[in-house]
Protein backbone atom coordinates (compact mmCIF):
# COMPACT_ATOMS: atom_id res chain seq x y z
CA UNK A 1 0.00 0.00 0.00
CA UNK A 2 1.33 3.45 -1.11
CA UNK A 3 2.69 5.55 2.02
CA UNK A 4 -0.01 7.91 3.55
CA UNK A 5 0.49 11.54 4.93
CA UNK A 6 -0.88 11.52 8.17
CA UNK A 7 -4.77 11.82 8.37
CA UNK A 8 -4.93 12.79 4.53
CA UNK A 9 -3.23 16.02 5.36
CA UNK A 10 -0.81 16.03 2.51
CA UNK A 11 2.28 18.25 3.43
CA UNK A 12 3.64 20.84 0.78
CA UNK A 13 6.74 18.77 -0.20
CA UNK A 14 9.08 18.80 -3.35
CA UNK A 15 5.83 18.65 -5.19
CA UNK A 16 5.28 21.00 -7.85
CA UNK A 17 1.84 23.03 -7.74
CA UNK A 18 -0.74 22.04 -10.00
CA UNK A 19 -1.33 25.06 -12.67
CA UNK A 20 -3.20 23.30 -14.87
CA UNK A 21 -5.87 25.80 -16.46
CA UNK A 22 -8.26 24.27 -17.85
CA UNK A 23 -9.77 21.15 -16.17
CA UNK A 24 -11.44 18.69 -17.48
CA UNK A 25 -14.95 19.29 -15.64
CA UNK A 26 -17.78 18.86 -17.94
CA UNK A 27 -21.19 20.75 -17.18
CA UNK A 28 -22.76 17.71 -17.41
CA UNK A 29 -25.90 16.04 -17.11
CA UNK A 30 -24.16 12.71 -16.66
CA UNK A 31 -26.32 10.06 -15.35
CA UNK A 32 -25.28 8.13 -12.57
CA UNK A 33 -24.80 4.46 -12.87
CA UNK A 34 -28.25 3.53 -12.17
CA UNK A 35 -30.55 5.63 -13.24
CA UNK A 36 -33.44 7.74 -11.82
CA UNK A 37 -36.58 7.01 -13.09
CA UNK A 38 -37.03 10.12 -14.63
CA UNK A 39 -33.60 11.02 -15.85
CA UNK A 40 -31.66 13.54 -14.25
CA UNK A 41 -32.65 17.44 -13.46
CA UNK A 42 -29.95 19.66 -15.76
CA UNK A 43 -27.11 21.69 -13.78
CA UNK A 44 -27.49 24.84 -13.63
CA UNK A 45 -25.02 27.52 -14.57
CA UNK A 46 -22.78 28.64 -12.04
CA UNK A 47 -20.08 32.02 -11.72
CA UNK A 48 -22.29 34.05 -9.74
CA UNK A 49 -20.82 36.04 -6.60
CA UNK A 50 -20.39 33.50 -3.12
CA UNK A 51 -23.32 34.08 -1.23
CA UNK A 52 -22.91 34.11 2.70
CA UNK A 53 -24.46 31.39 4.44
CA UNK A 54 -27.96 32.81 5.26
CA UNK A 55 -28.37 33.80 9.14
CA UNK A 56 -30.69 32.99 11.53
CA UNK A 57 -31.96 35.53 13.58
CA UNK A 58 -31.74 35.38 17.36
CA UNK A 59 -34.90 36.22 18.77
CA UNK A 60 -33.65 36.65 22.03
CA UNK A 61 -32.49 40.22 23.55
CA UNK A 62 -30.78 39.33 26.15
CA UNK A 63 -26.61 39.54 25.45
CA UNK A 64 -25.57 35.26 26.08
CA UNK A 65 -28.87 33.92 24.27
CA UNK A 66 -29.76 32.72 21.37
CA UNK A 67 -32.96 31.64 20.68
CA UNK A 68 -34.74 30.78 17.96
CA UNK A 69 -36.76 28.17 16.28
CA UNK A 70 -35.62 25.54 13.16
CA UNK A 71 -38.56 24.21 11.15
CA UNK A 72 -37.53 21.51 8.88
CA UNK A 73 -40.10 21.31 5.75
CA UNK A 74 -40.31 20.50 2.19
CA UNK A 75 -39.54 24.23 -0.16
CA UNK A 76 -39.30 24.14 -3.63
CA UNK A 77 -35.84 26.06 -4.86
CA UNK A 78 -35.40 27.82 -8.13
CA UNK A 79 -32.48 26.01 -9.74
CA UNK A 80 -31.44 28.57 -13.09
CA UNK A 81 -34.47 29.58 -15.37
CA UNK A 82 -37.18 26.44 -15.40
CA UNK A 83 -35.75 23.84 -12.56
CA UNK A 84 -37.46 24.04 -9.21
CA UNK A 85 -35.53 21.52 -7.01
CA UNK A 86 -38.12 20.50 -4.35
CA UNK A 87 -36.09 19.70 -0.95
CA UNK A 88 -36.61 19.85 2.55
CA UNK A 89 -34.78 22.17 4.16
CA UNK A 90 -34.03 24.15 7.67
CA UNK A 91 -36.55 27.55 7.54
CA UNK A 92 -36.09 27.35 3.75
CA UNK A 93 -32.73 27.71 3.34
CA UNK A 94 -29.87 25.71 2.24
CA UNK A 95 -26.75 25.64 4.46
CA UNK A 96 -28.29 28.36 7.07
CA UNK A 97 -25.93 30.00 9.45
CA UNK A 98 -26.66 29.92 13.46
CA UNK A 99 -23.65 32.18 15.06
CA UNK A 100 -22.99 32.34 18.73
CA UNK A 101 -20.01 32.90 20.64
CA UNK A 102 -18.11 30.57 23.51
CA UNK A 103 -20.52 31.07 26.90
CA UNK A 104 -23.99 31.61 25.06
CA UNK A 105 -26.60 29.92 25.63
CA UNK A 106 -28.68 28.54 22.76
CA UNK A 107 -32.54 27.81 22.77
CA UNK A 108 -34.04 25.96 19.53
CA UNK A 109 -37.37 24.72 19.22
CA UNK A 110 -37.41 21.90 16.57
CA UNK A 111 -40.67 22.31 14.82
CA UNK A 112 -41.08 19.19 13.01
CA UNK A 113 -43.24 19.76 9.79
CA UNK A 114 -41.98 16.82 7.62
CA UNK A 115 -43.74 13.66 7.65
CA UNK A 116 -41.50 11.56 9.31
CA UNK A 117 -39.54 11.80 12.84
CA UNK A 118 -36.53 14.08 13.16
CA UNK A 119 -34.37 14.93 15.49
CA UNK A 120 -31.49 18.05 15.36
CA UNK A 121 -27.65 16.99 16.48
CA UNK A 122 -25.22 19.08 17.19
CA UNK A 123 -22.34 17.79 15.44
CA UNK A 124 -19.02 18.40 17.32
CA UNK A 125 -20.57 20.60 20.30
CA UNK A 126 -20.01 19.26 23.16
CA UNK A 127 -23.75 18.86 25.03
CA UNK A 128 -25.07 17.34 27.38
CA UNK A 129 -26.85 14.03 26.11
CA UNK A 130 -30.17 15.16 26.52
CA UNK A 131 -29.67 17.87 23.84
CA UNK A 132 -27.96 15.53 21.57
CA UNK A 133 -30.38 14.69 18.66
CA UNK A 134 -29.77 11.42 19.25
CA UNK A 135 -32.05 8.77 17.53
CA UNK A 136 -33.66 7.99 20.27
CA UNK A 137 -34.79 11.08 21.36
CA UNK A 138 -36.82 11.82 17.62
CA UNK A 139 -39.44 14.22 17.57
CA UNK A 140 -42.87 13.19 15.61
CA UNK A 141 -44.18 14.49 12.73
CA UNK A 142 -46.40 18.00 13.71
CA UNK A 143 -44.49 17.70 16.97
CA UNK A 144 -41.84 19.85 18.09
CA UNK A 145 -39.30 20.27 21.23
CA UNK A 146 -36.49 22.05 22.73
CA UNK A 147 -32.87 21.73 21.97
CA UNK A 148 -31.38 24.15 25.03
CA UNK A 149 -27.33 23.85 25.90
CA UNK A 150 -24.39 25.91 26.65
CA UNK A 151 -21.32 26.46 24.74
CA UNK A 152 -18.69 24.92 27.45
CA UNK A 153 -14.97 27.02 26.79
CA UNK A 154 -13.15 25.79 24.59
CA UNK A 155 -15.44 25.17 22.23
CA UNK A 156 -15.25 27.57 18.99
CA UNK A 157 -14.91 26.26 16.03
CA UNK A 158 -16.96 25.92 12.97
CA UNK A 159 -19.90 22.80 14.03
CA UNK A 160 -22.83 22.30 12.03
CA UNK A 161 -26.13 20.57 12.70
CA UNK A 162 -28.18 17.96 11.00
CA UNK A 163 -31.07 15.17 11.36
CA UNK A 164 -29.92 12.09 12.91
CA UNK A 165 -33.42 10.02 13.17
CA UNK A 166 -33.49 6.15 13.44
CA UNK A 167 -33.27 4.73 9.57
CA UNK A 168 -34.41 8.23 8.41
CA UNK A 169 -31.20 10.26 7.90
CA UNK A 170 -29.67 9.43 4.97
CA UNK A 171 -32.79 10.73 3.31
CA UNK A 172 -33.12 13.66 4.81
CA UNK A 173 -29.16 14.34 4.63
CA UNK A 174 -30.50 13.88 0.80
CA UNK A 175 -33.14 16.22 0.86
CA UNK A 176 -30.66 18.90 1.68
CA UNK A 177 -30.99 19.05 5.64
CA UNK A 178 -27.71 20.40 7.44
CA UNK A 179 -26.83 23.91 8.85
CA UNK A 180 -23.63 25.57 10.13
CA UNK A 181 -23.11 26.57 13.76
CA UNK A 182 -20.29 29.30 14.13
CA UNK A 183 -19.14 29.39 18.00
CA UNK A 184 -16.96 32.08 18.04
CA UNK A 185 -13.83 32.54 20.71
CA UNK A 186 -14.48 35.13 23.15
CA UNK A 187 -11.29 36.81 21.58
CA UNK A 188 -10.33 35.85 18.22
CA UNK A 189 -6.45 35.67 17.64
CA UNK A 190 -6.17 35.58 14.08
CA UNK A 191 -5.33 39.90 12.25
CA UNK A 192 -8.67 41.62 11.24
CA UNK A 193 -7.38 42.10 7.55
CA UNK A 194 -8.00 38.24 7.28
CA UNK A 195 -11.08 37.77 4.99
CA UNK A 196 -13.11 34.96 6.76
CA UNK A 197 -15.56 33.10 4.63
CA UNK A 198 -17.66 30.31 5.18
CA UNK A 199 -18.15 27.23 2.86
CA UNK A 200 -20.80 24.07 3.57
CA UNK A 201 -19.90 22.00 0.67
CA UNK A 202 -23.23 19.72 -0.66
CA UNK A 203 -24.55 17.57 -2.91
CA UNK A 204 -27.80 16.95 -4.42
CA UNK A 205 -29.07 14.38 -6.75
CA UNK A 206 -32.41 15.19 -8.12
CA UNK A 207 -34.71 14.29 -11.23
CA UNK A 208 -36.01 16.37 -14.08
CA UNK A 209 -39.07 17.05 -12.08
CA UNK A 210 -36.95 18.63 -9.20
CA UNK A 211 -37.61 16.01 -6.98
CA UNK A 212 -34.78 14.28 -4.87
CA UNK A 213 -33.79 10.95 -6.45
CA UNK A 214 -34.97 8.12 -4.61
CA UNK A 215 -31.28 6.44 -3.09
CA UNK A 216 -29.80 3.72 -5.53
CA UNK A 217 -28.49 0.83 -3.96
CA UNK A 218 -25.19 2.34 -5.56
CA UNK A 219 -26.37 4.86 -3.07
CA UNK A 220 -26.67 2.86 0.07
CA UNK A 221 -23.18 0.58 -0.75
CA UNK A 222 -20.76 3.80 -1.66
CA UNK A 223 -22.37 7.05 0.14
CA UNK A 224 -24.50 9.15 -1.84
CA UNK A 225 -22.40 11.94 -4.58
CA UNK A 226 -24.61 13.86 -5.76
CA UNK A 227 -24.29 15.20 -9.21
CA UNK A 228 -24.87 18.70 -8.08
CA UNK A 229 -22.01 19.98 -5.93
CA UNK A 230 -23.03 23.10 -4.23
CA UNK A 231 -21.18 25.40 -1.81
CA UNK A 232 -23.37 27.73 0.01
CA UNK A 233 -26.34 26.48 -2.16
CA UNK A 234 -24.34 27.80 -5.34
CA UNK A 235 -23.33 25.83 -7.88
CA UNK A 236 -19.57 27.22 -8.73
CA UNK A 237 -19.81 30.86 -6.89
CA UNK A 238 -17.07 33.54 -7.67
CA UNK A 239 -15.34 35.25 -5.34
CA UNK A 240 -13.51 38.53 -6.34
CA UNK A 241 -10.90 39.65 -4.07
CA UNK A 242 -7.74 42.42 -4.17
CA UNK A 243 -4.59 40.75 -5.42
CA UNK A 244 -2.24 39.72 -2.21
CA UNK A 245 -5.58 39.23 0.44
CA UNK A 246 -5.11 36.82 2.82
CA UNK A 247 -8.47 34.56 2.89
CA UNK A 248 -9.78 32.19 6.00
CA UNK A 249 -11.79 29.78 4.58
CA UNK A 250 -13.32 27.69 6.67
CA UNK A 251 -15.29 25.08 4.92
CA UNK A 252 -17.53 21.98 6.31
CA UNK A 253 -18.10 18.81 4.10
CA UNK A 254 -22.10 18.10 4.57
CA UNK A 255 -22.21 15.97 1.99
CA UNK A 256 -23.16 12.39 2.64
CA UNK A 257 -20.62 10.54 1.10
CA UNK A 258 -18.81 12.71 -1.07
CA UNK A 259 -15.05 12.90 -0.39
CA UNK A 260 -13.63 16.47 -0.74
CA UNK A 261 -9.83 16.30 -2.38
CA UNK A 262 -9.05 19.78 -2.02
CA UNK A 263 -6.78 22.24 -4.35
CA UNK A 264 -6.15 25.83 -5.29
CA UNK A 265 -4.57 26.20 -8.40
CA UNK A 266 -1.17 27.66 -8.01
CA UNK A 267 -1.72 28.25 -4.20
CA UNK A 268 -0.71 26.32 -0.91
CA UNK A 269 -3.17 25.96 1.41
CA UNK A 270 -2.44 26.64 4.92
CA UNK A 271 -4.33 24.78 7.64
CA UNK A 272 -4.82 26.57 10.50
CA UNK A 273 -8.04 24.66 12.51
CA UNK A 274 -10.00 21.40 12.05
CA UNK A 275 -12.89 19.77 13.62
CA UNK A 276 -12.46 21.33 17.06
CA UNK A 277 -10.94 24.26 16.86
CA UNK A 278 -7.79 25.75 15.99
CA UNK A 279 -4.21 24.21 15.93
CA UNK A 280 -1.12 25.29 17.63
CA UNK A 281 1.19 25.69 14.68
CA UNK A 282 -0.31 26.76 10.75
CA UNK A 283 0.71 23.91 8.66
CA UNK A 284 1.20 24.27 4.95
CA UNK A 285 -0.09 21.74 2.43
CA UNK A 286 -0.45 20.65 -0.97
CA UNK A 287 -3.95 19.46 -0.88
CA UNK A 288 -6.72 18.49 1.63
CA UNK A 289 -8.57 15.73 2.24
CA UNK A 290 -12.05 16.60 3.77
CA UNK A 291 -14.08 13.97 4.33
CA UNK A 292 -17.89 13.81 4.61
CA UNK A 293 -18.74 15.45 8.75
CA UNK A 294 -14.91 16.98 8.48
CA UNK A 295 -14.68 21.13 8.71
CA UNK A 296 -10.86 22.33 8.07
CA UNK A 297 -9.81 26.26 8.78
CA UNK A 298 -7.79 27.01 6.21
CA UNK A 299 -5.65 30.82 5.19
CA UNK A 300 -4.67 31.35 1.77
CA UNK A 301 -2.48 34.02 0.87
CA UNK A 302 -3.92 35.09 -2.90
CA UNK A 303 -1.49 35.45 -4.97
CA UNK A 304 -0.39 39.26 -6.42
CA UNK A 305 -0.99 39.00 -9.73
CA UNK A 306 -3.92 41.28 -11.21
CA UNK A 307 -6.85 39.29 -13.32
CA UNK A 308 -6.24 35.90 -11.90
CA UNK A 309 -8.59 33.18 -11.91
CA UNK A 310 -7.86 30.46 -9.30
CA UNK A 311 -10.18 27.32 -8.95
CA UNK A 312 -10.67 25.95 -5.86
CA UNK A 313 -11.76 22.50 -6.81
CA UNK A 314 -12.24 18.67 -5.53
CA UNK A 315 -9.73 16.08 -6.98
CA UNK A 316 -10.38 12.70 -7.53
CA UNK A 317 -10.12 10.21 -4.79
CA UNK A 318 -10.12 6.80 -4.74
CA UNK A 319 -12.12 5.39 -1.65
CA UNK A 320 -12.82 2.13 -2.67
CA UNK A 321 -15.82 2.71 -4.56
CA UNK A 322 -18.06 -0.64 -4.98
CA UNK A 323 -19.73 -1.56 -8.43
CA UNK A 324 -19.11 0.45 -11.54
CA UNK A 325 -17.25 3.78 -11.29
CA UNK A 326 -19.46 6.67 -12.12
CA UNK A 327 -17.58 9.45 -14.45
CA UNK A 328 -17.47 11.86 -12.00
CA UNK A 329 -14.97 10.30 -10.18
CA UNK A 330 -12.51 10.59 -12.46
CA UNK A 331 -13.52 14.21 -13.17
CA UNK A 332 -12.12 17.52 -10.92
CA UNK A 333 -15.50 19.20 -9.79
CA UNK A 334 -15.16 23.07 -8.87
CA UNK A 335 -16.16 24.63 -6.24
CA UNK A 336 -15.43 27.83 -5.98
CA UNK A 337 -13.45 30.63 -8.31
CA UNK A 338 -11.40 33.07 -6.95
CA UNK A 339 -10.71 35.94 -8.60
CA UNK A 340 -8.48 38.75 -8.58
CA UNK A 341 -9.04 42.58 -9.40
CA UNK A 342 -7.07 45.01 -10.98
CA UNK A 343 -6.37 47.07 -7.38
CA UNK A 344 -3.45 47.45 -5.21
CA UNK A 345 -1.95 44.34 -3.81
CA UNK A 346 -2.77 44.13 -0.23
CA UNK A 347 0.51 42.86 2.03
CA UNK A 348 1.07 39.45 3.64
CA UNK A 349 -0.47 39.17 7.13
CA UNK A 350 1.63 38.26 10.35
CA UNK A 351 0.06 35.11 12.07
CA UNK A 352 0.54 34.62 16.13
CA UNK A 353 2.95 32.71 17.06
CA UNK A 354 0.77 30.07 18.57
CA UNK A 355 -2.72 29.44 17.45
CA UNK A 356 -4.73 27.33 19.55
CA UNK A 357 -3.59 25.08 22.53
CA UNK A 358 -4.17 21.24 22.04
CA UNK A 359 -2.15 19.93 25.16
CA UNK A 360 -1.95 15.96 24.65
CA UNK A 361 -4.63 14.17 26.93
CA UNK A 362 -1.84 11.22 28.35
CA UNK A 363 -2.12 8.33 29.32
CA UNK A 364 -5.12 6.47 29.24
CA UNK A 365 -7.25 4.69 31.65
CA UNK A 366 -9.01 2.54 29.48
CA UNK A 367 -8.30 1.17 25.87
CA UNK A 368 -10.72 -0.62 23.37
CA UNK A 369 -10.57 -1.59 19.80
CA UNK A 370 -13.17 -1.04 17.15
CA UNK A 371 -13.17 -2.80 14.23
CA UNK A 372 -15.27 -1.62 11.03
CA UNK A 373 -15.84 -3.97 8.32
CA UNK A 374 -18.78 -4.83 5.57
CA UNK A 375 -20.42 -7.68 5.01
CA UNK A 376 -22.08 -8.75 2.10
CA UNK A 377 -24.67 -12.04 2.24
CA UNK A 378 -23.45 -15.06 2.01
CA UNK A 379 -19.68 -14.16 2.72
CA UNK A 380 -18.26 -14.08 6.06
CA UNK A 381 -15.20 -11.88 5.15
CA UNK A 382 -14.95 -9.50 8.55
CA UNK A 383 -13.18 -12.19 10.83
CA UNK A 384 -10.13 -11.32 9.32
CA UNK A 385 -7.64 -9.29 11.31
CA UNK A 386 -8.25 -9.94 14.69
CA UNK A 387 -6.53 -10.64 17.38
CA UNK A 388 -2.67 -9.38 16.06
CA UNK A 389 -1.80 -7.89 19.76
CA UNK A 390 0.91 -5.70 18.51
CA UNK A 391 4.18 -4.65 20.49
CA UNK A 392 2.95 -1.25 22.63
CA UNK A 393 -0.14 -1.56 22.01
CA UNK A 394 -1.43 -4.99 23.21
CA UNK A 395 -2.27 -3.95 27.09
CA UNK A 396 -6.08 -4.02 28.08
CA UNK A 397 -7.62 -4.08 25.00
CA UNK A 398 -10.49 -6.17 24.54
CA UNK A 399 -14.01 -4.38 25.75
CA UNK A 400 -16.48 -5.35 23.59
CA UNK A 401 -14.71 -7.26 20.91
CA UNK A 402 -15.19 -10.77 19.79
CA UNK A 403 -18.59 -11.32 21.60
CA UNK A 404 -21.17 -9.45 19.96
CA UNK A 405 -23.35 -9.46 23.47
CA UNK A 406 -20.34 -8.50 25.86
CA UNK A 407 -21.01 -5.43 27.40
CA UNK A 408 -25.26 -5.20 26.68
CA UNK A 409 -26.19 -2.47 28.32
CA UNK A 410 -29.72 -4.64 29.98
CA UNK A 411 -32.60 -2.33 30.89
CA UNK A 412 -31.16 0.16 33.08
CA UNK A 413 -32.82 3.28 32.95
CA UNK A 414 -32.62 5.82 30.20
CA UNK A 415 -36.25 5.71 29.61
CA UNK A 416 -36.86 6.41 25.67
CA UNK A 417 -33.49 4.55 24.69
CA UNK A 418 -35.21 1.59 24.58
CA UNK A 419 -38.07 -0.58 22.44
CA UNK A 420 -39.54 2.09 20.18
CA UNK A 421 -38.19 0.10 17.26
CA UNK A 422 -36.42 -3.16 17.22
CA UNK A 423 -33.00 -4.16 16.51
CA UNK A 424 -32.16 -4.87 12.92
CA UNK A 425 -35.09 -2.99 12.04
CA UNK A 426 -35.90 -2.01 8.78
CA UNK A 427 -33.63 -2.93 6.35
CA UNK A 428 -36.71 -1.59 3.51
CA UNK A 429 -37.95 1.47 5.95
CA UNK A 430 -37.31 3.89 3.04
CA UNK A 431 -39.01 5.61 0.51
CA UNK A 432 -40.85 4.50 -2.65
CA UNK A 433 -38.06 3.56 -4.60
CA UNK A 434 -35.41 2.65 -2.13
CA UNK A 435 -32.87 -0.14 -3.15
CA UNK A 436 -31.04 -1.35 -0.10
CA UNK A 437 -28.91 -3.88 -0.40
CA UNK A 438 -28.33 -6.77 1.64
CA UNK A 439 -25.30 -5.82 3.30
CA UNK A 440 -24.27 -5.10 6.25
CA UNK A 441 -22.17 -1.89 7.75
CA UNK A 442 -20.86 -3.37 11.17
CA UNK A 443 -18.51 -1.88 14.21
CA UNK A 444 -17.11 -5.16 16.24
CA UNK A 445 -19.29 -7.40 14.02
CA UNK A 446 -22.65 -5.68 14.94
CA UNK A 447 -24.91 -3.72 12.98
CA UNK A 448 -26.39 -0.86 15.33
CA UNK A 449 -29.34 -1.30 17.22
CA UNK A 450 -31.07 0.93 19.37
CA UNK A 451 -31.25 -1.46 22.56
CA UNK A 452 -27.64 -2.18 22.33
CA UNK A 453 -24.33 -0.74 24.16
CA UNK A 454 -21.00 -1.80 22.67
CA UNK A 455 -18.92 -0.05 25.66
CA UNK A 456 -19.23 1.59 28.99
CA UNK A 457 -17.07 3.94 30.16
CA UNK A 458 -16.29 6.44 32.77
CA UNK A 459 -16.90 10.58 32.52
CA UNK A 460 -13.37 12.28 32.60
CA UNK A 461 -11.06 9.11 32.08
CA UNK A 462 -8.70 9.23 29.09
CA UNK A 463 -10.21 6.26 26.78
CA UNK A 464 -7.58 5.20 23.84
CA UNK A 465 -9.14 3.74 20.90
CA UNK A 466 -7.65 1.74 17.99
CA UNK A 467 -9.55 2.06 15.24
CA UNK A 468 -9.51 -0.66 12.66
CA UNK A 469 -10.53 -0.09 9.44
CA UNK A 470 -10.55 -3.78 8.15
CA UNK A 471 -12.25 -3.17 4.99
CA UNK A 472 -11.33 -2.15 1.18
CA UNK A 473 -13.31 1.19 1.33
CA UNK A 474 -12.02 4.66 3.47
CA UNK A 475 -14.65 5.22 6.40
CA UNK A 476 -15.10 8.84 7.95
CA UNK A 477 -15.10 8.12 11.89
CA UNK A 478 -17.18 10.09 14.36
CA UNK A 479 -18.07 10.11 17.91
CA UNK A 480 -20.56 11.81 19.39
CA UNK A 481 -20.30 14.38 22.56
CA UNK A 482 -16.46 14.86 22.63
CA UNK A 483 -13.22 15.45 20.30
CA UNK A 484 -10.57 13.21 20.19
CA UNK A 485 -6.36 13.51 19.24
CA UNK A 486 -5.11 10.94 16.71
CA UNK A 487 -2.16 9.84 18.28
CA UNK A 488 -0.78 7.32 15.93
CA UNK A 489 -1.29 5.71 12.31
CA UNK A 490 -0.79 2.47 11.02
CA UNK A 491 -0.58 1.65 7.11
CA UNK A 492 -2.07 -1.86 6.19
CA UNK A 493 1.17 -3.04 5.76
CA UNK A 494 3.34 -0.57 7.23
CA UNK A 495 4.52 0.49 11.03
CA UNK A 496 2.79 2.75 13.21
CA UNK A 497 3.77 6.48 12.82
CA UNK A 498 3.12 8.67 16.03
CA UNK A 499 1.30 12.09 15.18
CA UNK A 500 3.33 14.71 14.51
CA UNK A 501 1.11 17.17 15.69
CA UNK A 502 -2.18 17.28 17.07
CA UNK A 503 -5.24 18.61 16.81
CA UNK A 504 -9.11 18.08 18.14
CA UNK A 505 -11.29 15.71 16.24
CA UNK A 506 -14.83 14.61 15.94
CA UNK A 507 -14.38 12.50 12.58
CA UNK A 508 -11.79 11.28 10.76
CA UNK A 509 -10.99 9.14 7.45
CA UNK A 510 -9.55 6.27 7.83
CA UNK A 511 -8.20 4.45 4.48
CA UNK A 512 -8.69 0.62 3.97
CA UNK A 513 -7.11 -1.47 6.08
CA UNK A 514 -5.46 1.72 8.33
CA UNK A 515 -5.97 1.60 12.28
CA UNK A 516 -5.40 5.14 14.12
CA UNK A 517 -4.82 5.67 17.82
CA UNK A 518 -7.38 7.91 18.99
CA UNK A 519 -7.97 9.40 22.87
CA UNK A 520 -10.35 11.49 24.04
CA UNK A 521 -12.25 12.15 27.47
CA UNK A 522 -15.81 12.02 27.74
CA UNK A 523 -16.88 14.68 30.01
CA UNK A 524 -20.58 14.04 29.96
CA UNK A 525 -22.92 11.34 31.04
CA UNK A 526 -24.76 9.75 28.53
CA UNK A 527 -25.53 7.41 25.68
CA UNK A 528 -22.76 8.36 23.21
CA UNK A 529 -23.00 7.45 19.18
CA UNK A 530 -19.90 6.41 17.02
CA UNK A 531 -20.03 5.63 13.44
CA UNK A 532 -19.04 6.31 9.92
CA UNK A 533 -19.98 9.17 8.56
CA UNK A 534 -21.00 8.06 5.20
CA UNK A 535 -24.70 8.61 5.99
CA UNK A 536 -25.94 5.43 4.34
CA UNK A 537 -22.99 3.29 5.96
CA UNK A 538 -24.32 4.65 9.28
CA UNK A 539 -27.86 3.77 8.49
CA UNK A 540 -26.85 0.40 7.32
CA UNK A 541 -25.33 -0.41 10.40
CA UNK A 542 -22.12 1.09 11.02
CA UNK A 543 -22.50 2.92 14.34
CA UNK A 544 -22.72 1.75 18.12
CA UNK A 545 -23.60 3.00 21.35
CA UNK A 546 -20.94 3.88 24.48
CA UNK A 547 -22.63 4.23 27.57
CA UNK A 548 -20.47 6.50 30.13
CA UNK A 549 -21.15 6.94 33.48
CU1 LIG B 1 -22.71 14.32 12.07
CU2 LIG B 1 -23.80 11.08 14.33
O1 LIG B 1 -23.29 12.67 13.15
CU1 LIG C 1 -18.33 4.08 5.80
New binding site residues.
Given amino acids: MKHREFLGYSALGALVLSTAGTMGYALSRQLPHSTPPVGLAPTPLGGEPLQPLPRIANLSETAGRFRSALTPAPHAVPLGDELEARLWLYNGKVAPLIEVREGDELNITLINELEQETTL ?1 W ?1 GVPVPQAQDGAPWDAVAPGESRQYRYTFPAGSAGLHWF ?1 P ?1 PHEGTARQVAHGLAGALLVRPPQDLLPLEVEEHLLVVSDLRLMANGEVAPHTAEDWMNGREGELLLVNGQREPRLDVAPGTTLRLRLINACAGRYLRLRLDQHELTLIGTDGGLIERPQPLEELLLTP ?1 ERADLLVRVSEQAEGRFQLASHPYERGWMGERPPHLEQVAPLLAIHTLNSGVHPAVALPERLGRVEPLGEPAVQRRVELTEVMPGHDDHGAGHGDPHAGHGAGHGAGHGDPHAAHGGGSGSGSHHGTHGPGAGHGAGQAGDARPEVDFLINGRAFAMDEILFEGRAGEVEEWEVFNNSHMDHPF ?1 V ?1 GTHFQVVASRDGDGEWREAPWLAWKDTVNLAPYQRLTLRMVFREPGDW ?1 F ?1 C ?1 IIEHEELGMMATIRVS
Avoid: D
Wanted: proline share 0%.
Fill in positions: HHHHGHHLHH
